[in-house]
Every structure is written in C-alpha cells, then in structure tokens.
C-alpha cells in the first residue's frame, strides 16, 4: 500500500537560477524531474490499490458477511459442524473397534470432515495466507485481464512506497539544509511549514469519511482493536482519534482504518519530527563515517523483515498482526528516509551550491545511469514471485518484504542523483511541464483514492449498462466485455481522483497553505 511526497513542487520553493559568477553558473535550480516523478510513483501506487477492487455486488455480499448477524451465524454453524464431526469420528471409531477387518471405502472416506493424520492429501493454503491472498488478487478486477507483464508491474505498486520515502527525504534536505548540512530554519518554522501543507487537506477527507466510517471500517484486515471488535461505536473514535494526530501507523490494527493510505502520511509525519535531530546527528559526522552509514541504512531496514520471515509461519496468524507491524511502523521505514539525506550530504546536493551539477546538456536524450535504474526498477517489477522466493530462499513465502524494505534502496540512491542533475532520457520525459503540473497533485491523489473509492465505483454502476451496450457492439465474446469494462472502471476512477487532485491542489491546497503560512509568520518558501 500507499507513501505521499509531501512536498510542495520542489520548483516552487528553488530561487531562481544563480548569478553568472556563482559556482554552476547558468544551471536552473529546479528539480522538476523529481516533480514529475512525484506523479508516477503516485499513480503506481493508486493503480496498485484500485486494481483488484470487486464490484458493487461484491462488495454488498462482503459487507454481509463482515456483519456481526453473519458472524454469529458462521460462529454457530462452525460450532454444528465440529460436533456433527466429533460424532461421525466417534462412530467410525467404534465401527473399527467392533470390526477391525471392515474396510472403508473411497466414498465414505470422502464424507469425513478432515484427512486423518498423516494424509498424503494436498493441503490448500489457508485462506488469509499470503500465497493465497496473491492467487486471489492475480485473478480479480483489472490483474486478471490485463498481461502477465503489465499485471504483475501493477501488482508491484508497493515498491513505490519506499521510493517515495527517499524522494521525501531527498527534497527535505534539498530546501532546508545549506551547503554545510546545518537546518537553515529553526525547528518551529520547519515544522509549521509541514503542518499547513499536511494537515487541511487530510482533515478535510477525515471530515468527508465520517458517513462512510462504519462501511470503511467493516473491510479492515483487523476485527478488533485492543480487544474492542469493529462493530462498537468506540473502534471507529479510538481509531479516528489516531488518523487526527497521525500515530495510526504505529498500531497495526488502526493502521489501515479511515483513510487506509495515511499510514503512510503518518510514517511521514514521524520522519518530519525527527529530522532537525538527524540532520544535527549527520552534520557532525566525517565523510568516511556518512559513506558506512549511507551502506548500512538498507541493512538496518531489512532487519525487521528478516526476523519476521525468519519467525513467521506463514499461516494467518504469521501474516496478520505482525506482517502489518513489519510493514507499516515507521520506524522500520526511517532508514529510507535517512539514507536519501545522506545522498544530499554526501554529493553536497543543495540548491546554495551548484557545483554538484556537472557541465553540459543534462535535458538531451543521451542514455544516462539514471535510465539503467529505471530500467532494473521495471525489471524488478515485472519479475514473477518464484524467482524471487528462489533467490531469497523464501521456501514459497512473499519476496514483497524483502523487494520493499531494503533490497531496492541503492537502486533508488542511484535514479534520484541522476535526476537531480538531469541527466538521461527519463530525465527529459520527466522535466515536460505536464508532468510538473501533475507531480504538484500527487499529494491529492495519494489522499483522495481511499475517500473516493466507494463514491466512483457508484458513479460507475451507474454508466455500466449503457457503456456495456456500447461494448456488445463491437465484441460478442462476455469475457470480452467483462475485460473492456473492468479497464474502463479503472480508468473512470483514475481520471476522476487526477482531475479532483489538479483542482484541489489550485483552489484549495495552496491557498489554504499560503493563509496559515502568513497567520504563523512563515517565511513562503518551504525553505
């Protein structure tokens, strides 16, 4: 799931290109290729959550069966059945004592409710287990119609999160610290300045969320909070009162509530509250000491998860509460954000001092080493789980832990610096003024696809039986239709989030910032 950029565009906060005499003399300030990455790691990630959404009907059906009527019913009827199966292996016990030469036949052995011990039986993997929460996902909504390739791209919207984590630090330490390392704000201005560009947009989608909390709530992988199941009044205020003052993340059964994608939001606000004490930690160290720490801060995120892979059974107890813990603390994420600083320290990246920019055209065509991280970024993405699990050793459990925390930051190191300086094809399709007009909205559209999952997917429902006369026309095959439908649903809700996000972003987003930056006294530049 889902990590925002919170950031302004990072062009908006550059001064304007420096004197002729200064060092990098004639070399825009402006990262705006980071700007338009922004977008697509944004949208990487929403394709990644909205794909493998069910439908209305679906999702009608999952809502009963998550009612606390259901869950009593299913409770009662599992509670019939292990007594209707203590009674059959009760009487097939006795039959065998009373005659041990009887045998049973294939058909009878098919009616007992379980194998004996020590049936060659295949086993099925457990319902909330990870290889069949993936199998399920490769074959519902857009994943089962799109090709391998493409599907398993999508399916990989996770790796986004930890880029955007390190894009996160990488323009921090871009627009705060000077060529030295030291914070050019105090810590109160700092922290304001990320408030009025944090909190009244995701305020605002809690406010909009409260007539949909109880829906919202009933699809959280958790069924209770401290021992308060989700069906009480008191889950979903305990667990609201955590999204306001973003600490969700570090519980794992609030993580996901309300607005599922802020557990993100929250890692980030963490990573906010302890940047003036690692930037005062990195500044005083030796450049020999940065280059370890730049090494081990990708070992440091990958502990957590092998521990728990290490540990964890795989069943639903290894994969519930503890895979959330790995996944969404965010502590276990502050190595991401911490190694992107020390790129900036290490090659002195910082718009006070251009000299980090090397001379020449950093906008023309020329393949660079940036277009080679890219390229492994979409290798890594495309590559079936096997050849992961294999070259991990995973024994058939997840590589997304391992792809996700840790294993892709040096990749990621590397595609930043080569943006930065503008260097290599990516570069040049990244820096079109279309992509710095979305990067500026990724905000919104991180915020607004969880409030407006439900609201598009009606409004769909409602275009579906005229857009599925229209389809029928040019194909009489169903599944055809089925597939042409599921890619319009999706591109319905993707267009409709962008558009809602390029809109808030203007008329809501700025303003709002630039009114509580003038009440705080802040200076307008983020730094």
Same mark, same amino acid.
């Given at each position: %799931?889902?990590?925002?950029?919170? !950031?302004?565009?990072?062009?908006?906060?550059?001064?304007?290109?420096?004197?002729?005499?200064?060092?990098?003399? *004639?070399?825009?300030?402006?990262?705006?290729?980071?700007? =338009?990455?922004?977008?697509?790691?944004?949208?990487?990630?929403?394709?990644?959550?909205?794909?493998?959404?069910?439908?209305?009907?679906?999702?009608?059906?999952?809502?009963?069966?998550?009612?606390? $009527?259901?869950?009593?019913?299913?409770?009662?009827? +599992?509670?019939?059945?292990?007594?209707?199966?203590? =009674?059959?292996?009760?009487?097939?016990?006795?039959?065998?004592?009373?005659?041990?030469?009887?045998?049973?036949?294939?058909?009878?052995?098919?009616?007992?409710?379980?194998?004996?011990?020590?049936?060659?039986?295949?086993?099925?993997?457990?319902?909330?287990?990870? !290889?069949?929460?993936?199998?399920?996902?490769?074959?519902?909504?857009?994943?089962?119609?799109?090709?391998?390739?493409?599907? +398993?791209?999508?399916? /990989?919207?996770?790796?986004?999160?930890?880029?955007?984590?390190?894009?996160?630090?990488?323009?921090?330490?871009?627009?705060?610290?000077?060529?030295?390392?030291?914070?050019?704000?105090?810590? /109160?201005?700092?922290?304001?300045?990320?408030?009025?560009?944090?909190?009244?947009?995701?305020?605002? %989608?809690?406010? @909009?969320?409260?007539?949909?909390?109880?829906? %919202?709530?009933?699809?959280?992988?958790?069924?209770?909070?401290?021992?308060?199941?989700?069906?009480?009044?008191?889950?979903?205020?305990?667990? *609201?009162?955590?999204?306001?003052?973003?600490?969700?993340?570090?519980?794992?059964?609030?993580?996901?509530?309300?607005?599922?994608?802020?557990?993100?939001?929250?890692?980030?606000?963490? @990573?906010?509250?302890?940047?003036?004490?690692?930037?005062?930690?990195?500044? /005083?160290?030796? +450049?020999?000491?940065?280059?370890?720490?730049?090494?081990?801060?990708?070992?440091?995120?990958?502990?957590?998860?092998?521990?728990?892979?290490?540990?964890? !059974?795989?069943?639903?107890?290894?994969?519930?509460?503890?895979? $959330?813990?790995?996944? +969404?603390?965010?502590? @276990?994420?502050?190595?991401?954000?911490?190694?992107?600083?020390?790129?900036?320290?290490?090659?002195?990246?910082?718009?006070?001092?251009?000299?980090?920019?090397?001379?020449?055209?950093?906008?023309?065509?020329?393949?660079?080493?940036?277009?080679?991280?890219?390229?492994?970024?979409?290798?890594?993405?495309?590559?079936?789980?096997?050849?992961?699990?294999?070259?991990?050793?995973?024994?058939?459990?997840?590589?997304? @832990?391992?792809?996700?925390?840790?294993? %892709?930051?040096?990749?990621?190191?590397?595609?930043?610096?080569?943006?930065?300086?503008?260097?290599?094809?990516?570069? /040049?399709?990244?820096?079109?003024?279309?992509?710095?007009?979305?990067?500026?909205?990724?905000?919104?559209?991180?915020?607004?696809?969880?409030?407006?999952?439900?609201?598009?997917?009606?409004?769909?429902?409602?275009?579906?039986?005229?857009?599925?006369?229209?389809? !029928?026309?040019?194909?009489?095959?169903?599944?055809?239709?089925?597939?042409?439908?599921?890619?319009?649903?999706?591109?319905?809700?993707?267009?409709?989030?962008?558009?809602?996000?390029?809109?808030?972003?203007?008329?809501?987003?700025?303003?709002?910032?630039?009114?509580?930056?003038?009440?705080?006294?802040?200076?307008?530049?983020?730094?």
């Amino acid at each position: %799931m889902s990590a925002p950029h919170l !950031e302004g565009p990072v062009s908006q906060f550059s001064p304007a290109p420096l004197s002729s005499n200064a060092p990098g003399a *004639g070399v825009s300030t402006r990262l705006v290729p980071l700007t =338009g990455l922004r977008f697509f790691a944004a949208l990487h990630i929403f394709v990644f959550h909205i794909a493998a959404m069910p439908s209305m009907e679906e999702l009608q059906t999952m809502m009963q069966q998550n009612s606390p $009527e259901a869950a009593a019913a299913n409770a009662e009827k +599992r509670a019939e059945r292990e007594v209707t199966a203590s =009674g059959e292996a009760m009487a097939a016990a006795a039959v065998t004592e009373i005659s041990p030469r009887l045998e049973t036949s294939a058909s009878s052995a098919e009616t007992l409710p379980s194998s004996p011990p020590g049936s060659t039986q295949e086993e099925k993997p457990a319902a909330n287990s990870p !290889e069949a929460m993936a199998a399920e996902m490769q074959n519902r909504g857009l994943y089962a119609v799109l090709p391998k390739p493409l599907s +398993r791209f999508l399916q /990989r919207g996770y790796l986004s999160t930890g880029l955007f984590f390190m894009l996160s630090g990488f323009v921090l330490a871009y627009l705060y610290l000077d060529r030295d390392g030291h914070q050019m704000v105090g810590n /109160r201005e700092f922290w304001l300045n990320r408030v009025a560009r944090l909190y009244p947009l995701h305020l605002l %989608m809690l406010l @909009f969320l409260i007539p949909m909390a109880v829906a %919202m709530l009933s699809f959280m992988p958790s069924n209770s909070l401290w021992g308060i199941p989700v069906s009480k009044p008191v889950f979903g205020f305990l667990t *609201g009162l955590m999204s306001v003052f973003l600490v969700q993340a570090w519980c794992p059964e609030a993580a996901l509530t309300w607005n599922f994608a802020t557990w993100a939001l929250s890692a980030v606000a963490f @990573f906010y509250l302890v940047f003036p004490a690692v930037v005062r930690f990195l500044q /005083r160290q030796s +450049r020999t000491t940065l280059w370890i720490l730049f090494w081990l801060m990708p070992v440091l995120n990958l502990i957590p998860t092998l521990i728990f892979l290490w540990k964890g !059974e795989g069943g639903p107890a290894g994969f519930g509460f503890w895979s $959330e813990l790995v996944m +969404r603390t965010p502590l @276990f994420w502050l190595p991401h954000f911490v190694m992107a600083i020390i790129l900036c320290r290490l090659f002195q990246i910082t718009r006070h001092d251009m000299r980090w920019v090397q001379p020449g055209d950093r906008t023309g065509w020329r393949p660079s080493l940036g277009d080679l991280a890219a390229l492994v970024i979409i290798m890594v993405s495309i590559t079936p789980d096997e050849v992961f699990s294999r070259w991990f050793g995973l024994q058939g459990k997840p590589p997304n @832990f391992i792809l996700r925390h840790g294993f %892709m930051c040096p990749i990621y190191a590397v595609f930043l610096y080569e943006l930065a300086q503008n260097r290599g094809v990516v570069a /040049r399709l990244l820096s079109h003024p279309w992509c710095e007009t979305l990067g500026e909205a990724s905000f919104g559209i991180f915020i607004f696809q969880g409030p407006l999952i439900f609201p598009s997917m009606m409004l769909f429902g409602l275009v579906t039986p005229g857009l599925k006369s229209i389809v !029928e026309k040019f194909t009489e095959d169903p599944q055809g239709v089925s597939s042409t439908l599921e890619v319009l649903r999706v591109a319905f809700t993707v267009l409709m989030v962008i558009g809602l996000a390029l809109l808030s972003v203007r008329y809501f987003e700025k303003p709002v910032a630039r009114r509580l930056k003038k009440r705080w006294g802040l200076s307008s530049a983020g730094g």
